[in-house]
């Protein structure tokens, strides 16, 4: 029997109507076609005469919104030079909106008006939230906003206070919004050119800066999942994963950042120790998620840039405002090294057994990241005269939408600015998505002889 769906509610049906073919497009276009609309919205809106102080050419209007969209950061004009309170607005709704999703809000939405969300477009809805279980996907959708809210609500209110004297009511407020925005969902936007470097020595907005952008790179079905348990034993092997492997990687971090740049006069060397540490910590942590910085990224030593751009690969948790390979995949790329090495059979974490399936996708999104770097790297070094680190820096930066640069985004040329965009997009959407939109596997169904092939 043929399925009815209403072509202006894409994601529920209602039942007793008449039956109509239903939308056949597979999940990762759908997906890569609404943050695509997204991104053109955006762009005509911050194209509009009223949300901007002086012009913009259509190139910058689009490097913005897909920097916003897809919670990256770059940025090609003065944000808070450019843009009016409504541009501003507009960055902040954009920057949630990609941030959070915007399948959650479609479930959502669905959800709301009593919809019953299909089968198929249930399975979009897993792709996107990356759930293991179809039955969550409503719950999870609720959660992801509610905390949201909450969380920045919170921070909005620590930022008034900290900023009230030094800006006024009015707009320490406005300002506690958009940054509590940018932070929680890793997107790295500042409205001064210094970014928060102004506000190295101040510990409230450290912290609060901070912590916004490390709970949102944790992952939304993390925070449930230990919000629902509330004890160690209860949580599931992955948010015990991802929480031993944040902590480990966190101090590990803080101490290389530290030791490397303690003795930089253009960073640490000038500064008490408190205020060292502090620093460190801030750098260490940014990387996995936000583009946030208290010193000047492109004065930080080779060996810094170095480590940073492995942080950077790195990324946050799945399902989280972070980019990169994500968290799970290199722990999962981490065990099945170690099971080779150890010549075990199966791969096991925490005295539980991964699937080969999951390996396979490890190895599968961090080949496809690693080819979209190699290229836009080899491309942006044919277009443009500059040092290999800035532009291995900015590429990194742009595929795992983390938006920390060297200072470089504004003077590649326009091609390599739209390159830029590309990275943004396939970044934000996944790059196993990607893949599948490029070419969508189909299941054979005959099996060959196996084979040996000789590797290492």
Request: some cysteine; proline content about 4%.
């Amino acid at each position: 029997m043929k399925q009815w769906i209403p072509s202006t509610a894409w994601l529920y049906r209602r039942p007793g109507r008449k039956r109509r073919k239903a939308f056949s497009a597979s999940p990762p276009v759908i997906l890569s076609g609404g943050f695509a609309c997204l991104i053109l919205l955006g762009t005509l809106l911050l194209k509009l005469p009223f949300a901007t102080e002086q012009p913009i050419t259509w190139l910058e209007s689009l490097f913005t919104a897909t920097s916003a969209v897809t919670v990256t950061g770059l940025v090609v004009v003065d944000t808070g030079a450019t843009y009016t309170p409504f541009g501003m607005g507009i960055l902040a709704l954009l920057i949630q909106a990609g941030g959070l999703g915007f399948m959650t809000f479609a479930v959502l939405a669905a959800i709301s008006i009593g919809g019953h969300v299909g089968m198929q477009h249930q399975v979009l809805a897993k792709e996107a939230m990356q759930q293991t279980s179809l039955a969550s996907i409503g719950r999870t959708a609720k959660a992801v906003v509610s905390l949201a809210l909450i969380v920045e609500a919170i921070a909005i209110i620590g930022l008034t206070l900290t900023w009230w004297q030094e800006k006024g009511f009015i707009d320490a407020f406005a300002e506690s919004i958009f940054y509590a925005i940018s932070a929680f969902n890793s997107a790295g936007f500042v409205l001064s050119p210094n970014g928060i470097v102004d506000y190295a020595s101040s510990v409230p907005v450290n912290l609060i800066i901070s912590i916004l952008f490390v709970i949102g790179g944790l992952g939304f079905s993390v925070i449930t999942n230990i919000y629902e348990k509330r004890r160690w034993y209860k949580f599931s092997v992955y948010t015990r994963a991802i929480l031993w492997a944040t902590l480990i990687i966190n101090v590990l971090s803080v101490a290389i950042i530290w030791l490397l740049e303690m003795n930089n006069p253009a960073t640490f060397a000038n500064l008490s120790f408190g205020d060292q540490a502090m620093a460190a910590w801030f750098q260490a942590t940014t990387p996995r998620s936000a583009g946030f910085n208290t010193v000047d990224t492109g004065a930080m030593t080779d060996a810094s840039a170095v480590y940073t751009m492995l942080l950077m690969l790195i990324g946050g948790g799945s399902m989280s405002t972070a980019g990169g390979i994500k968290l799970g995949t290199f722990i999962v790329l981490l065990v099945a090294t170690y099971a080779f090495l150890r010549r075990r059979e199966h791969v096991t974490l925490l005295n539980r057994t991964v699937p080969q399936e999951v390996v396979m996708k490890a190895l599968a999104v961090t080949l496809v990241t690693l080819t979209l770097m190699f290229l836009g790297i080899f491309i942006l070094m044919i277009l443009n005269p500059l040092p290999f680190i800035d532009i291995t820096f900015e590429v990194l930066s742009a595929s795992a939408t983390v938006g920390l640069s060297r200072g470089v985004t504004a003077e590649v040329t326009t091609a390599s600015q739209l390159v830029l965009v590309f990275l943004m997009f396939a970044g934000r959407v996944g790059p196993l998505t990607l893949a599948y939109f490029l070419a969508t596997p189909r299941k054979r169904h005959i099996r060959f002889p196996e084979t040996d092939i000789q590797v290492g």
